[in-house]
């Protein structure tokens, strides 16, 4: 079945634990990437990936960190968690944004709390 | 920088009653998403709108795309409770921009 798999589903950390929060896609996509949701404010996409390797900021990537070392895999990394993370965030995976279709699978989401 | 805009941001409708969501977007493209989502849960593609003129039905639900007035809608017709959700619309640009979504509520 084709998935993208986000892990852990909720967390509750302390202001400035490092934690990761990891993704996993089965699509061979190229594309993936992470966003928050907060009220109000829509999706924000954090960093994105357009394959191995190969990261770019998107819009809110301050305190965030990832990494793109297989196609497969794409952690999302807070170095010091600060309240102001608290959120819930999605990863997304999709082929190469430009081709024909470039539909998004949406992991199942991870709320993150930082107290 | 590429800016999505849904309106409105939230409906309340009753049920039986027919609406459309509109979402425009300040670029040329010609991909348009729209996903679902239910409170608490992951985004859930709905439609996949590949060129101009491109029309979606599942449903109760419709969807079109008008690349040139950059425009997308989301029609709805005799809602019913079931639809109640947040409904997004997104575009590819090289990388994905996401409307501030609209919140549905439908009204027995």
């Known amino acids: 079945e084709a998935q993208v798999t986000q892990n852990p589903r909720y967390l509750i950390t302390v202001t400035g634990k490092k934690l990761t929060v990891t993704c996993s896609q089965n699509m061979n996509h190229e594309y993936m990437s992470w966003y928050r949701q907060d009220p109000g404010l829509g999706l924000r996409q954090i960093y994105y990936?357009?394959?191995?390797?190969?990261?770019d900021k998107g819009d809110v990537p301050e305190g965030y960190k990832v990494s793109r070392k297989e196609k497969r895999n794409f952690p999302l990394i807070l170095e010091s968690p600060s309240p102001n993370q608290t959120s819930l965030y999605f990863c997304?995976?999709?082929?190469?944004?430009?081709?024909?279709?470039?539909?998004?699978?949406f992991g199942q989401g991870t709320r993150l709390t930082v107290v | 920088e590429l800016k999505v805009e849904q309106n409105p941001l939230f409906l309340s409708m009753q049920e039986g009653k027919n609406y459309t969501i509109y979402c425009n977007y300040s670029t040329t493209s010609d991909r348009l998403y729209w996903y679902r989502q239910d409170p608490g849960k992951s985004l859930e593609s709905l439609f996949v709108?590949?060129?101009?003129?491109a029309v979606k039905q599942e449903g109760r639900l419709m969807a079109s795309l008008d690349t040139k007035a950059r425009l997308s809608t989301l029609h709805i017709t005799a809602a019913v409770h079931d639809l109640s959700a947040t409904y997004f619309c997104?575009?590819?640009?090289?990388?994905?921009?996401f409307g501030t979504g609209t919140s549905l509520t439908v009204i027995p």
């Open positions: 990936s357009m394959n191995v390797e190969v990261t």
């Open positions: 709108l590949l060129s101009n003129g």
């Open positions: 997104a575009v590819d640009r090289g990388q994905f921009y």
């Open positions: 997304a995976s999709s082929p190469t944004p430009g081709q024909w279709n470039t539909e998004a699978f």
